[in-house]
């Protein structure tokens, strides 16, 4: 007994707390569990229990959600803004054009074209050229061709060079052992250098999105990476693909043009080959003394002479504009605006079709919603205020268009609607319609407006059914023994009651049409689409997926902003599902 | 009930039936007049048709037959808004989208009294029911016997001169019951307005009305004041519905000078009141009060007769000793003695001698 008076000692009133003390305490420290240890720590071992427990019954669907909701919502909003194709493609020649000024009127100079031929010769080789003349040309129109043209035709630049290269001397510039041992210092070379290989595998791996891991049966010699470091670095790529991407033996293969005109420019340039003595020291030293004789490798005639639009300085400010790894541009393109070479600009005119087609969906949604409200308050209000066997047999026939398959209610849709359509053809036979003026009920936004009102009148009339069924008929008697006529007592009285279920009712049918993609596409011409259907051919036809990830980007956020005014106006705790 | 009574009361039912379905009717052939500022309560069971005459008052319903006057006017067509009559809802029906003032101006507003005046009523009829400083709550946040008060402000507020309380306290704990009953009686009686209050429970009944109509199967079994209808019930369900009672089946033996003596199944002999009975022979189920049993024989008259009773059961509960018979092959017959210092404790097993007044025992049909 001396316990309890002790633990309760200074305390108002006994709390439940004070018991368990009183319980489990001998002395003044932490209160302890039957078995000794504490029991705030037996408390929360019991409660990590039931809550792992609780975690892993719900995994499953975090899972599941997580896979399939958030991962992809996440990766459309990066894609949105991606842009990482164009430094991947043309790494060099992007960090050498911040030298040039695109608003000087002249191309840029010779090394942004020969970082250019560099880039675009291992891109080439890689068939990652075109994807980037794709998407170049969402901003440009022309620089698709003009990137496949290239492509075909980089072999041929400084052919002469590397014929006479080839011709200095009998199996040596031409045979790929000879190119080999030169690369790799030799067959038994102490210094090597890891680096270069390293530099080759991470562009490669950036350019392609493959891992490029695995051995490639070959090492750069240090002294010849030293000597002629763009050559070592050329072979190194050609190497690494060579071994990795198409797994043949590198000491088998002749090396690319590229690795060739490194070595011509390289030896040109006047590297110091005198000093060198690995492998194959003397060929490079005549190679150097033939190819003084030669003319310098001009890459920006080059480059003109395949395709002219190399000449064209809005190639270039294109590529300057979007040459960093993320861009505003998707997101400028979705509102109508582009990014200019001198900032952001509004698109031409006839090229507007975003904003309008945003205005067009909100508007067509906010119209579908106000129709389902209208046609579906009474049919709930009847259906709340029925005998329930009878309600239950009318809300079967609301919910059997739920039963039988969106795409075939559509169609049933276009069916009514044509012009030769069941509709026309009773109004003319009621006389109401002329038969050479037969009403256009389709492909505009009046077909997409009638069937989607049809198609998500249940998502109004089952929140609004579930919200009028709590509302007890005594209110409306009350009201009326109060001495309200009918109408004031439906409008004072019932209406402000059901409003959480206009609420709930609203916001599931305008989020769903707003985003509605079937329905308008079949039946809605090109009046009636929807911005959705703008996406889909963006994802599917012109696959511009970083502009319908934009598009759907704004989507998302517009229906959270319409969201919070919502809640803000009306409040989302007035929005009601159910009883 | 003639003509003339029907036109000279303030609420008149006059042969009113009422069929749901067309098969069964539910309110059959009712008659009932009421004077102005007269507080009745339609008592009964469940489906005895009470609830149904009050809503064809309210004009929630029709009357398959037969007129509803108000102040001598029928009443049958007009709708409900237009009857001007308050009417407070078994689960109150306050209006949860509006404040406590604003549900009552409602019933001001839609008579387009002016704002000033509006205000000025809500207020006294908020004081009236002492919930002055409740005026800005919603009613989810009133406790129910507050809600109880707003419903009645609100059918009051608006001034009419009949009010319908349709089981307004079913909802309620006894003791706030206990003291909703008084206010609503104070009220009623000092405002001065005509009430019809529908209820089930019976102590209600008895402590709030004027006069009681007890519903059975349609129809009024007895209108009556509450002490006549529990003292001299005019049939066996009033008899039976009102208070607690003790029954005994028999034969009427003999009627003289306004005493009937029965001799029960068993062969004794009890006097009582003859009410519903007249021939001898005639069948019959006499009635009689527990507390009016006697088993002192000093205090029955000479000559009373009595009958024996075994005793079964003996309960304290304070006030009063019950006291479980057996009598005349009833086993539930109960007296109820006052725990007085002089009181008889009786004891399980005891036989003794039961008896009462004539008058206090009346012989009622045998149905």
Same mark, same amino acid.
């Given at each position: 007994?001396?316990?309890?008076?002790?633990?309760?000692?200074?305390?108002?009133?006994?709390?439940?707390?004070?018991?368990?003390?009183?319980?489990?305490?001998?002395?003044?420290?932490?209160?302890?569990?039957?078995?000794?240890?504490?029991?705030? $720590?037996?408390?929360?071992?019991?409660?990590?229990?039931?809550?792992?427990?609780?975690?892993?019954?719900?995994?499953?669907?975090?899972?599941?959600?997580?896979?399939?909701?958030?991962?992809?919502?996440?990766?459309?909003?990066?894609?949105?803004?991606?842009?990482?194709?164009?430094?991947?493609?043309?790494?060099?020649?992007?960090?050498?054009?911040?030298?040039?000024?695109?608003?000087?009127?002249?191309?840029?100079?010779?090394?942004?074209?020969?970082?250019?031929?560099?880039?675009?010769?291992?891109?080439?080789?890689?068939?990652?050229?075109?994807?980037?003349?794709?998407?170049?040309?969402?901003?440009?129109?022309?620089?698709?061709?003009?990137?496949?043209?290239?492509?075909?035709?980089?072999?041929?630049?400084?052919?002469?060079?590397?014929?006479?290269?080839?011709?200095?001397?009998?199996?040596?510039?031409?045979?790929?052992?000879?190119? =080999?041992?030169?690369?790799?210092?030799?067959?038994?070379?102490?210094?090597?250098?890891?680096?270069?290989?390293?530099?080759?595998?991470? @562009?490669?791996?950036?350019?392609?999105?493959?891992?490029?891991?695995?051995?490639?049966?070959?090492?750069?010699?240090?002294?010849?990476?030293?000597?002629?470091?763009?050559?070592a670095y050329e072979y190194a790529s050609f190497a690494v693909f060579t071994a990795i991407a198409e797994e043949d033996v590198v000491a088998e293969e002749e090396p690319w043009e590229s690795v060739k005109i490194a070595l011509i420019e390289e030896l040109q340039a006047g590297a110091d080959v005198s000093s060198y003595n690995g492998f194959g020291a003397e060929e490079l030293r005549a190679a150097?003394?033939?190819?003084?004789?030669?003319?310098?490798?001009?890459?920006?005639?080059?480059?003109?002479?395949?395709?002219?639009?190399?000449?064209?300085?809005?190639?270039?400010?294109?590529?300057?504009?979007? $040459?960093?790894?993320?861009?505003?541009?998707?997101?400028?393109?979705?509102?109508?605006?582009?990014?200019?070479?001198?900032?952001?600009?509004?698109?031409?005119?006839?090229?507007?079709?975003?904003?309008?087609?945003?205005?067009?969906?909100?508007?067509?949604?906010?119209?579908? !919603?106000?129709?389902?409200?209208?046609?579906?308050?009474?049919?709930?209000?009847?259906?709340?205020?029925?005998?329930?066997?009878?309600?239950?047999?009318?809300?079967?026939?609301?919910?059997?268009?739920?039963?039988?398959?969106?795409?075939?209610?559509?169609?049933?849709?276009?069916?009514?609607?044509?012009?030769?359509?069941?509709?026309?053809?009773?109004?003319?036979?009621?006389?109401?319609?002329?038969?050479?003026?037969?009403?256009?009920?389709?492909?505009?936004?009046?077909? !997409?407006?009638?069937?989607?009102?049809?198609?998500?009148?249940?998502?109004?009339?089952?929140?609004?059914?579930?919200?009028?069924? !709590?509302?007890?008929?005594?209110?409306?008697?009350?009201?009326?023994?109060?001495?309200?006529?009918?109408?004031?007592?439906?409008?004072?009285?019932?209406?402000?009651?059901?409003?959480?279920?206009?609420?709930?009712?609203?916001?599931?049918?305008?989020?769903?049409?707003?985003?509605?993609?079937?329905?308008?596409?079949?039946?809605?011409?090109?009046?009636?689409? =929807?911005?959705?259907?703008?996406?889909?051919?963006?994802?599917?036809?012109?696959?511009?997926?970083?502009?319908?990830?934009?598009?759907?980007?704004?989507?998302?956020?517009?229906?959270?902003?319409?969201?919070?005014?919502?809640?803000?106006?009306?409040?989302?705790?007035?929005?009601?599902?159910?009883? | 009930?003639?003509?003339?009574?029907?036109?000279?009361?303030?609420?008149?039912?006059?042969?009113?039936?009422?069929?749901?379905?067309?098969?069964?009717?539910?309110?059959?052939?009712?008659?009932?007049?009421?004077?102005?500022?007269?507080?009745?309560?339609?008592?009964?069971?469940?489906?005895?048709?009470?609830? !149904?005459?009050?809503?064809?008052?309210?004009?929630?319903?029709?009357?398959?037959?037969?007129?509803?006057?108000?102040?001598?006017?029928?009443?049958?067509?007009?709708?409900?808004?237009?009857?001007?009559?308050?009417?407070?809802?078994?689960?109150?029906?306050?209006?949860?989208?509006?404040?406590?003032?604003?549900?009552?101006?409602?019933?001001?507003?839609?008579?387009?009294?002016?704002?000033?005046?509006?205000?000025?009523?809500?207020? @006294?009829?908020?004081?009236?029911?002492?919930?002055?400083?409740?005026?800005?709550?919603?009613?989810?946040?009133?406790?129910?016997?507050?809600?109880?008060?707003?419903?009645?402000?609100?059918?009051?507020?608006?001034?009419?001169?009949?009010?319908?309380?349709?089981?307004?306290?079913?909802?309620?704990?006894?003791?706030? @019951?206990?003291? %909703?009953?008084?206010?609503?009686?104070?009220?009623?009686?000092?405002?001065?307005?005509?009430?019809?209050?529908?209820t089930h429970d019976q102590t209600e009944a008895l402590t709030m009305s004027d006069r009681v109509a007890v519903f059975d199967d349609g129809r009024i079994q007895q209108l009556a004041p509450p002490d006549e209808l529990y003292e001299s019930p005019q049939n066996s369900f009033v008899a039976q519905f009102i208070g607690e009672n003790n029954t005994l089946e028999g034969t009427v033996k003999e009627?003289?000078?306004?005493?009937?003596?029965?001799?029960?199944?068993?062969?004794?002999?009890?006097?009582?009141?003859?009410?519903?009975?007249?021939?001898?022979?005639? @069948?019959?189920?006499?009635?009689?009060?527990?507390?009016?049993?006697?088993?002192?024989?000093?205090?029955?008259?000479?000559?009373?007769?009595?009958?024996?009773?075994?005793?079964?059961?003996?309960?304290? %509960?304070?006030?009063?000793?019950?006291?479980?018979?057996?009598?005349?092959?009833?086993?539930?017959?109960?007296?109820?003695?006052?725990?007085?210092?002089?009181?008889?404790?009786?004891?399980?097993?005891?036989?003794?001698?039961?008896?009462?007044?004539?008058?206090?025992?009346?012989?009622?049909?045998?149905?």
């Amino acid at each position: 007994m001396s316990d309890v008076t002790d633990a309760t000692t200074g305390k108002a009133a006994p709390t439940p707390d004070d018991g368990l003390r009183i319980a489990d305490s001998n002395d003044s420290g932490p209160v302890l569990a039957a078995d000794g240890t504490p029991l705030k $720590k037996s408390l929360s071992r019991t409660l990590r229990r039931q809550k792992m427990r609780a975690l892993l019954l719900i995994a499953p669907l975090l899972i599941f959600v997580l896979v399939t909701f958030i991962v992809p919502i996440v990766s459309m909003l990066l894609r949105s803004v991606d842009n990482t194709i164009v430094p991947d493609t043309l790494p060099q020649t992007v960090s050498v054009i911040s030298e040039w000024d695109p608003n000087a009127s002249d191309l840029p100079d010779e090394p942004v074209y020969e970082a250019l031929y560099y880039d675009l010769f291992l891109a080439s080789e890689a068939k990652e050229h075109t994807k980037l003349g794709t998407r170049l040309n969402y901003e440009q129109t022309g620089l698709s061709s003009q990137f496949r043209s290239v492509g075909r035709d980089l072999d041929e630049i400084g052919e002469d060079q590397i014929d006479a290269l080839e011709d200095l001397a009998e199996d040596t510039w031409d045979n790929e052992a000879f190119w =080999f041992d030169l690369m790799r210092g030799g067959e038994n070379a102490e210094n090597t250098d890891q680096d270069v290989l390293d530099r080759a595998r991470a @562009r490669l791996r950036a350019l392609t999105g493959d891992a490029f891991t695995g051995g490639t049966g070959f090492l750069p010699g240090a002294e010849i990476s030293a000597l002629l470091p763009r050559t070592a670095y050329e072979y190194a790529s050609f190497a690494v693909f060579t071994a990795i991407a198409e797994e043949d033996v590198v000491a088998e293969e002749e090396p690319w043009e590229s690795v060739k005109i490194a070595l011509i420019e390289e030896l040109q340039a006047g590297a110091d080959v005198s000093s060198y003595n690995g492998f194959g020291a003397e060929e490079l030293r005549a190679a150097q003394e033939m190819l003084a004789d030669q003319p310098q490798q001009n890459f920006k005639e080059s480059f003109l002479e395949i395709d002219e639009g190399w000449g064209n300085p809005q190639t270039w400010k294109t590529i300057n504009v979007y $040459k960093s790894p993320y861009t505003s541009g998707y997101f400028l393109n979705a509102a109508d605006y582009q990014l200019g070479f001198d900032g952001v600009e509004a698109r031409p005119e006839n090229q507007q079709i975003y904003i309008k087609l945003f205005m067009r969906t909100l508007y067509m949604s906010l119209v579908i !919603t106000g129709s389902c409200i209208l046609l579906g308050y009474p049919v709930a209000w009847i259906l709340a205020n029925l005998p329930l066997r009878t309600a239950n047999v009318l809300m079967i026939l609301v919910l059997l268009p739920f039963w039988t398959s969106l795409l075939v209610r559509t169609s049933a849709w276009k069916v009514l609607l044509q012009q030769q359509g069941v509709i026309n053809e009773i109004l003319v036979w009621l006389g109401f319609v002329d038969d050479a003026n037969r009403l256009i009920l389709m492909n505009n936004a009046t077909g !997409t407006i009638i069937a989607m009102t049809h198609i998500l009148l249940p998502f109004m009339i089952l929140p609004l059914y579930s919200v009028m069924k !709590t509302i007890p008929p005594s209110y409306l008697r009350a009201a009326k023994s109060l001495g309200a006529t009918n109408v004031t007592a439906f409008w004072r009285v019932y209406f402000p009651q059901s409003v959480p279920g206009i609420g709930a009712g609203s916001i599931l049918v305008f989020i769903l049409s707003i985003g509605y993609y079937i329905t308008p596409e079949i039946v809605g011409g090109t009046d009636g689409v =929807f911005i959705s259907n703008r996406i889909a051919y963006h994802i599917s036809s012109s696959l511009n997926w970083g502009l319908a990830a934009a598009l759907g980007t704004i989507l998302l956020v517009v229906v959270l902003v319409l969201y919070w005014c919502y809640d803000r106006i009306v409040g989302i705790d007035n929005v009601k599902l159910g009883g | 009930m003639t003509e003339a009574q029907a036109s000279d009361a303030f609420v008149a039912f006059d042969r009113v039936q009422k069929s749901y379905d067309g098969e069964t009717l539910v309110v059959k052939d009712l008659n009932l007049s009421m004077p102005k500022g007269e507080f009745l309560t339609m008592l009964g069971p469940s489906g005895s048709g009470k609830t !149904t005459c009050l809503m064809m008052l309210a004009g929630f319903e029709t009357a398959t037959h037969g007129r509803i006057l108000l102040d001598g006017v029928s009443i049958n067509d007009i709708p409900p808004h237009k009857r001007g009559i308050g009417m407070v809802f078994q689960n109150y029906a306050l209006f949860p989208h509006m404040t406590v003032a604003e549900n009552l101006s409602f019933p001001l507003e839609v008579r387009k009294i002016g704002k000033s005046d509006r205000e000025a009523k809500v207020k @006294r009829a908020l004081d009236m029911v002492q919930m002055g400083d409740f005026g800005g709550r919603r009613p989810a946040q009133l406790s129910g016997g507050q809600q109880q008060r707003i419903a009645l402000a609100r059918a009051l507020v608006f001034e009419p001169e009949l009010v319908l309380m349709d089981e307004p306290l079913g909802a309620l704990d006894k003791q706030l @019951r206990e003291h %909703m009953q008084f206010e609503i009686t104070n009220l009623a009686h000092d405002l001065g307005i005509t009430t019809v209050y529908v209820t089930h429970d019976q102590t209600e009944a008895l402590t709030m009305s004027d006069r009681v109509a007890v519903f059975d199967d349609g129809r009024i079994q007895q209108l009556a004041p509450p002490d006549e209808l529990y003292e001299s019930p005019q049939n066996s369900f009033v008899a039976q519905f009102i208070g607690e009672n003790n029954t005994l089946e028999g034969t009427v033996k003999e009627i003289q000078g306004g005493l009937a003596q029965v001799q029960l199944d068993d062969g004794g002999i009890i006097d009582c009141k003859p009410v519903n009975v007249s021939e001898v022979g005639e @069948r019959t189920r006499v009635s009689i009060r527990p507390e009016r049993v006697e088993f002192d024989k000093k205090r029955l008259k000479e000559g009373t007769h009595t009958i024996k009773a075994e005793v079964l059961e003996f309960i304290y %509960m304070g006030d009063i000793f019950r006291t479980r018979l057996s009598v005349a092959g009833n086993d539930n017959f109960v007296i109820k003695s006052r725990n007085a210092p002089d009181q008889t404790r009786l004891k399980p097993g005891e036989t003794i001698e039961i008896g009462w007044l004539p008058e206090d025992c009346r012989a009622l049909d045998a149905n």
